[in-house]
Every structure is written in C-alpha cells, then in structure tokens.
C-alpha cells in the first residue's frame, strides 16, 4: 500500500540510521535536521491568517427554540491554499447543551485568491441578544506537520426573540371577536358602546335603548342596537421587578406574562383597539407606544427579547405614575404581576385607588401549577404536610385576589399554559360588557 506523502516522510525520517553515539548538539540536529526543514516548509507552505477577509451575512433575529444561520465568508487573498480547521466562537446559551463542539468548528479549503462560505447554525436557548465572539482560524501546510493560529474579530448580533406559544390560540379568541361584533344587540349601553343600527323592537330588549325620535316616524317601536367602540386604548404593563425571576417549570413568570401580552396585543389590534407596552419595576425598562397594527407585534416582540427581570423590588409608586403618564385618557391597563400578598398590600393597593379612578384595571397573574399537585399530596408526612403549605398558599392568593376586585379589578390568575387564553377571555368579557 502506498503512503501519503507525510506519512512517507515521516517513515523515512523515522528509518535514518542513528547508530550508537555520544549525545551531543551535533548529533542532535544532525538526526533531526530533515525533519525540521520539512517543518519549516510546511510552515512557509501553510496559508497566513493575519491576511484573511472576513465577513458575515445572515439571519439576525430568530424565536426562542428556533434556528439561525450565520454565514462566515473567508476570502483567502495569498498565493497559497488554505486549508484550515475553524472556531466560530458564540456565547454557550446559543446552542443546546452538548452540541457546541459539533456547532461550532468547521473544516474549510479555500485555494489561492478565492474565496469561500461556511454556515454556524444556532439554536439559542435564552432570550437577547447573542453576539459573535471571535472566529479562530488554525492553517496547516500541505504535510499538517506545522501551522500558523490567528483569531478574528467579526462582529455579528442574533437578537432571540420570544417564541409567541400562545399564537396557536389567536384563531378561537378571533372567532369570538367575530361573533361580539356581529351580535344584533347589546343589551347594556354601558361605558364604551357605540350606536350601530336600529332594528325593531322585540320583547326582553332593555327599554332604555328605545329611540322615540325614530318610532314616532314609523309604526313599530325602534330601538337602538349597540357594538363594541373601536380605538380604545389599552395599556400593557410588565412588572420586571424580583417577583417576575421566579421560575415555574423551566422559564420565569416574566417569559409567561410575555406570551399573555403578545395574545392580548395581536388580538387587540384586531378588534381595532391600539396597544401601548410598559415594562417597569424601579425605572422604565422598556416602552412601545404609537405602533400601527402592522408594526405592533414586531415592536412588541423586539422590546421584550432583551427583557430579564431585575432583582429589586418593583416601585409601586412609580409605576403608577408612569402608567398614569402614559395613558392620560380612560383606558384598559393590564397589569401582569405577582399575585403575592406582600408586594401587594404594602406596594400595590395603596395606590390603586389613583388607576382605578380613570382606567379600567385587569391584573394577570402566573399560577404555579406546582401547587395544585402539592395540594393533592398524600400518602406520608411529608406529603400531608405539602398539601397543607399548597393549601396555605392558594387561600393567601385567593384572599388577595379578592381584596384586589373590592377595588374593582378584574383578576386573571391561571397556570403559564393557561395565562395567555384566560387573560384573551377577559378582554373579550370587558368588551362585551361594554367596560372598556
């Protein structure tokens, strides 16, 4: 079998007689001397790394849970090949565990003067932005007995965006929508109807909707129907304050409270209301305000990628004025918070009573669906004594909740999985009952 031609030449460096002798330098270099012109050919074979054009090209935003390609293009301008291995180096969290090894090096021939691409796909793990480290490039010669090491700067950013699960429940809650504004009739004129038609009258209709002016011009008595107003504004506010790091199952509330608002914003705007985000705890974290219907999700999606939630304590004061600055006109405010006894007693219900006198107030909260399985526990100490501290702590909420709707708060406190579907269901109620 014939041998390639380094493993040729390093059998035949390997088979020079030695012979028994005195070590000395002499000696040494003698024996060794092939082998390090062979290095040093090598090495002046191998293509350089300090003169290679980088650059990059590709997707620059992708969901949570989704892939990007990220194309590096390596422009080799010497009069020699290049043959490589490369590191396209990226923060761990963009990749799944145990896959950034394969992820991340590549092989890569790139003759003289020519230039080549190379793909790094990620499937980033986290929310943000995930920037591009340094790309290592390692050239060999045509032997792979030496190479030259050099790193590169390329800067490249993959904002990760959050993966919008509750979108599978937009097309129900918009048939719903469909069928609130097609009703004939609202029979409470309340706050936030407008006149839609006149139809006659039929027993059961509320007497108040009766238009006198238009019955004593025919022969039956008219009465007005009502719809739903258009245009309402709605404001979301994100608590990011400690209670929304909490974890339930693999990500925090903050992550849950995101996807119920993305729903509510994509099915508001359908129902023609316009939609504000707010998302505070000691300062403004991020705000989105003015987006038409096209660019509302978009907005939205981008200021909440790069969210975390901040370990302090949420300035309830604050973020009242806030709200109130920026909805300075009656509006629906969501609040997405923790349910929690003490941030609410001491922070948020003494200042309810300044969003309650102009807006109308929603507050969603995520549940932990760990409790309800404590609350069954059974079978030992232990267990007994779970189901007591879940029974505990599902009365403290309920206890809350209610303290919250005596100030005439709409309360929504359900699972991650449910958040989104129930806050939806809410604004549905709030606008068939004329509220909003």
């Known amino acids: 079998m014939a041998l390639t031609g380094r493993a040729a030449l390093l059998a035949a460096l390997g088979s020079l007689p030695v012979g028994i002798w005195e070590p000395s330098w002499t000696g040494i270099l003698a024996v060794n001397a092939p082998l390090a012109v ?45 043959r490589a291995q490369v590191r396209d180096a ?43 480290d340094r790309v290592t490039i390692r050239s060999y010669g045509p032997l792979r007995l030496f190479a030259r090491q050099g790193t590169h700067k390329v800067p490249w950013t993959v904002r990760v965006l959050p993966p919008f699960t509750s979108r599978k429940h937009l097309p129900s809650k918009l ?19 407008e006149f839609d038609s006149l139809r006659e009258y039929v027993p059961g209709d509320d007497t108040r909707s009766i ?60 129902a023609g209301d316009r939609v504000d985000l707010l998302a505070y705890d000691r300062g403004v974290r991020a705000l989105v305000q003015g987006r038409t219907a096209n660019d509302l999700l978009p907005s939205l999606v981008s200021a909440m990628a790069t969210l975390e939630p901040e370990l302090v304590e949420t300035n309830a004061r604050g973020l009242t004025a806030t709200a109130l600055r920026t909805a300075p006109r009656r509006s629906l405010i969501v609040l997405l918070t923790s349910l929690d006894a003490a941030p609410i007693e001491e922070g948020l219900l ?27 526990s059974r079978g030992n100490v232990d267990a007994v004594y779970e189901a007591a501290a879940a029974a505990q702590a599902r009365t403290e909420r309920h206890r ?22 129930a806050l939806a269901d809410a604004y549905l109620a709030l606008k068939a009952a004329g509220r909003l």
């Open 38 to 82: 062979a290095c040093a050919c090598d090495f002046a074979l191998a293509a350089p790394v300090r003169r290679l054009g980088l650059t990059r090209s590709g997707d620059t935003s992708a969901r949570l849970g989704e892939t990007a390609d990220v194309t590096l293009t390596v422009t080799n301008p010497s009069g020699r090949p290049l």
């Open 90 to 132: 990226w923060p761990p969290s963009s990749w799944q565990p145990g896959t950034e090894v394969e992820a991340s090096r590549h092989r890569l021939t790139v003759p003289a003067g020519e230039r080549r691409r190379l793909t790094t796909r990620l499937r980033p793990t986290r929310r943000g932005d995930r920037r591009a």
């Open 175 to 193: 048939a719903r929508l469909r069928e609130l504004d097609g009703r004939t009739s609202v029979l409470t004129r309340g706050e936030g109807t």
């Open 211 to 270: 238009d006198w002016r238009a019955t004593a011009r025919q022969t039956s008595v008219a009465v007005r129907t009502w719809r739903p107003e258009r245009d309402r504004h709605i404001l979301v506010v994100l608590d990011t304050g400690r209670t929304s790091a909490g974890r339930v199952g693999d990500a925090p509330r903050l992550d849950a409270s995101m996807d119920a608002a993305l729903l509510l914003a994509a099915l508001a705007s359908r």
């Open 350 to 376: 003494p200042v309810l009573p300044q969003l309650t006198q102009r807006h109308t107030v929603l507050l969603a909260s995520v549940a932990d669906p760990h409790i309800a399985d404590m609350a069954t």
């Open 400 to 421: 809350t909740a209610e303290q919250l709707r005596r100030h005439g708060v709409t309360v929504v406190d359900a699972t991650p999985d449910d958040l989104a579907p």
